[in-house]
């Protein structure tokens, strides 16, 4: 049994830790099936679950996915003595990710069962000189931990393997017993008041004692223990977790915590795999090697995840470039070792095998002429001799469940040789790196994806038919941002008619991408509906409202509130009138033909999802000369950190006032204008200068309700047609005009109008005052009325009805030759 220095019954030499002093080390206790059956308050206020979220619910709960907790459990059941540590992400409560050092001890019971104690350490939250936490501290630096767990009446349960290296007391002793069974009864009663004070305060209690272990028996040790309360599902004590450790090299373990603190402060600072690389280098070298060189596997290069180990074909090793290089010996930076060089691993030297197996290698003491992976090597001797190293550690560089590369340690100047100690600490390095590299390559996936999804949604090749000229340009976030949720469309309505869209989803990333390719599908669905701007955007507002509701209602989906701003503009080439409205998105430009700009007074109306439907949208309409150019964009191309909103429309004005230049040559002028960094938001920009429609190509009739303005109606139409040139189409367009108007007497309880455009097609329109809409029925041969739509439509290339100021407009349409088409 370990011998112990004498101590009062006094709680003299223990730290009290309150709610608000959380240690960095936060606990659970999983079955063997990886069910939670005891929480800690530390647990709580790390993850934000509480003991009654999570005891009796699978671990998975707080992983990102469950094949996470998985993998994670596999690595502890491979593992020797059934435990496994390493960095993992793991989910918060408010749906934020969180990189943890997990470490899971198999802790024995009696009749062979047995628990697993899940650590997590924030490492972020443990500096270089907190080290009053002693257990956290071991935690990160993988020190032998001895771990008990007693039940409300101090009996022990659970006990690890380490405990007996620590204090000598097999572990069958250990188990049913108390501690005043084989301890001194001073020191087993002061340790009982301590557990009890844990389990009715619900604290963390630290101790600090000198002894004499059976492994060291001629040394004295310092030990430190930690007691933790662990909660039951209903939030009141189950039992106490003591974790001892030995604090005898805690000085080398502060080292390396002060060298752990370090990496976590200075690699990855951005999101270019190549720099981490460097920071990677540069951070080990001094610190722990000589002369460090980061590979990483060409596709991670480059910006790529690698496949797995598995997927690699034949087995071979892959090709690596160089993205990191550091030396206390400039003499070194001379050789061969440049970054970017393309490295070819050798089969059978440490440095395929680390890539292939996933394990480090070490090489205490590496000798040129003995070593067998290089004395066949002449390249690899001659490097290993110039450079002077005598020991070399390779550790593969892992995350989510693939290699990345290679990270070489060297020694020459340092004459200690590297031990399995300074392999852990290389090990707990990298892992580091590896977390950062692996969230740059996450982001670079995400954000190629909402580019390409972006790009796709989005239109490729704008026109505006015979009612505008338009020109676009979409130019992506910052890296830092990523991409956002901008769109604009041009959609060819009836009657040479045109709608202008443009939107700006909140938010960035491939849910913002995906959101805007709802929204956008959303309004082109609205707008063949011919709906006006106002109520077209009233339903948007509904759409996004039930979207939003939707996230809520999903299962384990974190709430996410859908919000955007939106403007939709109708022009109309035969008037030249266009109806504007937006939902909180900036208002357009308008340049005249002489080059004046000026900006509508446009009601602001509410973005998009924000539940105040209660206020309508309205619209402005406004009569525009030919050759007015319009001006859409959103709020990236003139909002900035710098300056004001006012300043980015003035700046855009000044752009635009150039009469003589062309759409494009605007576009490009608009872009070109921004500053030279790129921008924090995306940047969209529509032009549209207005066509209008000559008289000669426009023929308006007013119509009497009675039936004799039914062959009226077709005199009119072939007259016109054959002064068009379009005798071909006067048979199908009599029968049109004939149903049309039919329905338009029969309906309606006023004249109505009849006319015809000549456009990029042959439109039909018949206005009557009756609102109600036409629908095309399923007609069965019984059935005598609605036969003229179904006729309508099988002699029109499309036909549709939209509402008017005074009633509503019946429409269709005919394709007409090459020859035909109104310039």
Not at 79 to 98: C, E, I
């Amino acid at each position: 049994m370990m011998k112990t220095l004498p101590t009062s019954t006094s709680l003299a030499g223990f730290k009290l830790t309150g709610p608000r002093d959380m240690p960095a080390a936060a606990l659970a206790m999983l079955d063997a099936e990886g069910t939670v059956v005891g929480w800690t308050q530390a647990a709580q206020h790390l993850v934000g679950y509480s003991a009654a979220q999570v005891v009796g619910r699978s671990a998975a709960h707080v992983m990102p996915s469950p094949g996470h907790a998985v993998r994670i459990t596999r690595c502890a059941e491979k593992s020797a003595q059934g435990g496994w540590s390493g960095p993992v992400t793991v989910r918060h409560r408010d749906g934020h990710t969180l990189d943890l050092n997990l470490r899971i001890s198999t802790l024995w019971g009696q009749g062979g069962q047995f628990r697993r104690l899940v650590s997590m350490t924030d490492p972020g939250t443990v500096s270089a000189g907190a080290v009053s936490e002693p257990v956290s501290t071991s935690l990160l630096a993988r020190a032998p931990i001895g771990i008990a767990v007693h039940d409300p009446h101090l009996r022990c349960v659970w006990v690890n393997d380490d405990m007996e290296s620590h204090d000598g007391i097999p572990r069958g002793r250990w188990l049913g017993h108390r501690l005043t069974e084989f301890l001194p009864a001073f020191e087993a009663e002061a340790l009982e008041v301590v557990m009890r004070q844990v389990m009715e305060g619900d604290t963390t209690m630290h101790h600090e004692y000198r002894a004499w272990p059976p492994a060291d028996p001629r040394r004295e040790h310092a030990f430190a223990s930690s007691f933790f309360c662990l909660q039951g599902a209903d939030g009141t004590p189950m039992g106490v977790c003591s974790m001892t450790v030995d604090v005898t090299g805690n000085r080398q373990a502060r080292e390396r915590l002060a060298v752990l603190s370090e990496a976590s402060t200075r690699i990855g600072s951005t999101l270019d795999v190549l720099r981490t690389g460097q920071e990677l280098a540069e951070l080990a070298a001094p610190l722990l090697a000589d002369h460090v060189l980061v590979d990483l596997v060409e596709p991670v290069s480059l910006g790529v995840e690698p496949a797995p180990r598995s997927d690699m074909p034949g087995g071979r090793p892959p090709q690596l470039r160089r993205a990191g290089l550091a030396s206390v010996d400039r003499g070194v930076m001379k050789l061969p070792w440049a970054r970017e060089e393309v490295i070819r691993p050798v089969p059978g030297s440490p440095f395929a095998t680390a890539l292939t197996t996933g394990r480090s290698y070490l090489e205490s003491v590496l000798d040129a002429g003995s070593s067998p992976w290089i004395r066949h090597d002449p390249v690899q001797k001659r490097k290993v001799r110039e450079s002077g190293v005598h020991s070399l550690m390779v550790v593969p560089i892992r995350a989510r469940r693939a290699v990345l590369g290679l990270a070489l340690f060297g020694r020459s100047r340092t004459r200690t040789p590297f031990t399995e100690d300074d392999l852990l600490l290389a090990e707990e390095i990298v892992n580091r790196a590896a977390l950062c590299l692996g969230n740059a390559l996450q982001y670079a996936r995400e954000r190629t994806a909402a580019l390409t999804l972006q790009r796709d949604l989005l239109p490729h090749h704008v026109q505006g038919g015979a009612a505008v000229e338009v020109a676009s340009r979409y130019v992506p976030a910052d890296a830092d941002r990523g991409v956002g949720g901008d769109w604009f469309d041009v959609i060819k309505l009836s009657g040479a008619r045109v709608a202008l869209v443009v939107g700006d989803v909140v938010g960035h990333g491939i849910n913002a991408a995906a959101t805007m390719g709802r929204l956008r599908t959303a309004v082109r669905t609205l707008a063949d509906l011919d709906l006006p701007p106002e109520e077209l955007l009233g339903r948007l507002d509904d759409t996004v409202r039930r979207l939003n509701d939707e996230e809520c209602d999903a299962l384990d989906a974190v709430p996410t509130e859908v919000g955007a701003t939106c403007l939709y503009a109708v022009y109309d080439p035969a008037t030249r009138r266009c109806t504007i409205a937006r939902a909180g998105h900036p208002p357009p430009l308008i340049v005249a033909p002489t080059g004046r700009v000026t900006i509508p007074d446009l009601p602001a109306g509410a973005p998009l999802g924000l539940g105040l439907g209660l206020v309508p949208f309205e619209s402005v309409e406004l009569e525009l000369p030919e050759g007015s150019l319009l001006a859409f964009y959103s709020d990236g191309l003139v909002e900035s950190r710098d300056h004001d909103l006012d300043v980015g429309m003035n700046r855009l004005g000044a752009t635009l006032a150039r009469p003589g230049s062309s759409l494009e040559e605007l576009c490009s002028q608009v872009i070109n204008a921004l500053p030279p960094q790129s921008p924090r938001d995306d940047v969209t920009l529509l032009l549209a200068r207005t066509r209008a429609l000559q008289p000669a190509h426009v023929a308006s009739w007013e119509l009497p309700n009675e039936p004799a303005a039914v062959p009226t109606a077709r005199r009119l139409v072939s007259g016109q047609l054959r002064e068009w040139g379009l005798e071909h189409l006067v048979p199908k367009m009599e029968l049109i005009v004939s149903e049309l108007v039919t329905n338009a007497i029969r309906h309606g309880d006023g004249p109505s109008r009849l006319r015809l455009i000549r456009h990029h097609v042959l439109t039909c329109e018949v206005f009557d005052s009756h609102t109600g809409h036409p629908r095309r029925r399923r007609l069965s041969s019984l059935d005598d009325n609605g036969r003229g739509l179904s006729l309508v439509a099988q002699l029109s290339r499309r036909w549709g009805s939209r509402s008017a100021a005074d009633g509503k407009v019946v429409w269709a349409e005919q394709n007409l030759p090459a020859t035909a088409v109104a310039a």
